[in-house]
C-alpha cells in the first residue's frame, strides 16, 4: 500500500480498513452491499409519476437491478429547474417497493426531512451537494437506516472519508455506509464531470466501507455510460447507480445521461464478462483487485 494513504486517512478509525475490520456489509432493505454480488443500482433521476416510476421499476428489476433510485426531493442546479414531487415521490416509490420488491434508494437534502423520507427509503442518499453538510450527516447518522455518501463534486477522498467519518461517529454500533464516486470537476469538458476511477481502488484499499460507481453524473451522456460501468466492473466497485428513463427525451432531469430501458438490458447483459474479470480477480487476491497490485 502507498504509505501517503495510510498517514492520510488513518485518522478515520470508523471507516479506515483494519486488521480487525476488512470489509463491511451493507444492509439495504433485503440486500446486501459489499458482499459478493455486484449491486445495480437504476431508476429515473427524478420521480415524476406513478406510470414513470412503475414502468422503470418492472424493466429494471427484470434486468437485473436490486434496488430502484428516483428523487423525490432534487438538488438542481438551476433554482427554477423540477425540484421533485417531495412527499408525493415518496409514496410512488412506496409503491414501486410493494410491486416489485426492489429496495429504494432517494436523496435526503435536509436534515428536516430525515425522519419522513426514513419512513420510505430503505437506503438514504446523500448528493454531492450535500457531502460537507454535517449537520445533515450527524441527523443520518442516528436515524436507522444506511447511506450512501456521494462524493462532492470537489472532494478529495481525504474529505469523503471525513464524511462518512462523521456518520459513523452519530451511528451506534455498525456504520451503514456506501461510499459513491459520481465524477468530479476538472478542468475537461467533453465529459459532466470527470470519473476517477483510481478512486474505488484507492478507496477499496484504505476502507471497509463498500464502494459504488455513478457513471450517469460522471458521464453526462448516456452513450459513455455501459463503457464507464464496465470500469467500475473491473477495478473492484461493489455496484452500480445508473440513471434509466422510459423517455429520455421528455425527462424532467438528466434526460441526456438517462439509459432509455433497451439500453440499460444491453448494459447489464454487456456487463457479464467484465464481472466474471472482478470475480476472478477477488479469487487471486484482494489486493489484486483493490489495489492493482501489492506495492
Ligand atoms: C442524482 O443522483 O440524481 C444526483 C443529483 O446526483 P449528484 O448529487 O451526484 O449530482
Ligand atoms: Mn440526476
Known sequence: MNPKWNGQFSCFDLVAKTDDCVRSIVRAGNVEIGGDDFVVMAGPCAVESERQLLQTAEVVAAAGARILRGGAYKPRSSPYAFQGLGLEGLKILRKAREETGLAIVTEVMSEEDVDLIAEYA?????????????????????????????????????????????????????????????????????????????????????????????????????????????????????GLLVEVHPSPDQAMSDGAQSLTFRHFRDMMDDLQPYLAIQDAARRLGPQLVAAGGSD
Open 122 to 238: 430503505d437506503l438514504m442518499q446523500v448528493g454531492t451537494r450535500s457531502m460537507e453538510n454535517y449537520a445533515l450527516l450527524e441527523r443520518l447518522g442516528g436515524c436507522g437506516r444506511p447511506v450512501l455518501l456521494k462524493r462532492g463534486m470537489t472532494a478529495t477522498l481525504e474529505e469523503l472519508l471525513r464524511s462518512a467519518q462523521v456518520i459513523a461517529m452519530a451511528t451506534r454500533g455498525n456504520p451503514q455506509i456506501v461510499l459513491c464516486e459520481r465524477g468530479i470537476r476538472t478542468f475537461e469538458t467533453a465529459t459532466r464531470n470527470t470519473l476517477d476511477i483510481a478512486a474505488v481502488p484507492v478507496l477499496k484499499t484504505v476502507s471497509h466501507l463498500p464502494v459504488i460507481v455513478d457513471p450517469s453524473h460522471a458521464a453526462g451522456v448516456r452513450c459513455l455510460v455501459p463503457v464507464l460501468a464496465r470500469a467500475a466492473a473491473v477495478v473492484g466497485a461493489d
